[in-house]
């Protein structure tokens, strides 16, 4: 484990997050084990929520797979282990409701809560299987804008007429 790798997994532990992830993992009765770099993953996640391959809770890797799927797809692990460094930059809990914040921000302006989602965006939106949908949306908002700049425009010049 690098330095840093271990700062998280302590300052995960001493915030409250990792608790929180393992008591999740226990009430939907995960199997739990280590994993590299400080993680801990869980397996064989049931609830319907939240709708997702895997999420991460402090160092807790919640995965709905079992551990041979896990091991298949480092890619996902990785993006996941992103999200648990996220945790401790957030000093634990609050990173929940920044997070819903930010899905709630990006759904609004891309229709989807992980394409402008600042947290999915630094934890690699591919790795995490989102599809990149900012760019023509940001386009299509651009010309909304543009549209309600024109509206705006030629709306005092409207109330001009009927007044
Ligand atoms: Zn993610």
Known sequence: ???????????NLL????????????????????????LLIATGYRPRLPVAG???VGNVV?????????????????????HCTQYAWCLGLPFLPLYFLAAGWSFLRTGSAGSGNIFERMAGLEAGGYVDSRG???????????NGHRFHRSDPSNKRSEA
């Open 15 to 38: 915030n409250g997050s990792t608790v929180l992830g393992l008591l999740l993992a226990r009430s939907a009765r995960c199997g739990i084990r280590t994993g590299p770099r400080g």
């Open 1 to 11: 484990m690098t330095p840093a790798q271990r700062l998280r997994q302590v300052a």
């Open 54 to 56: 895997a999420f991460a």
């Open 62 to 82: 919640l995965f709905r797979g079992d551990a041979g799927q896990v091991r298949g797809n480092p890619v996902l692990l990785g993006h996941e282990e992103r």
């Open 136 to 146: 023509s949306r940001r386009t299509g908002n651009r010309n909304v804008t543009r």
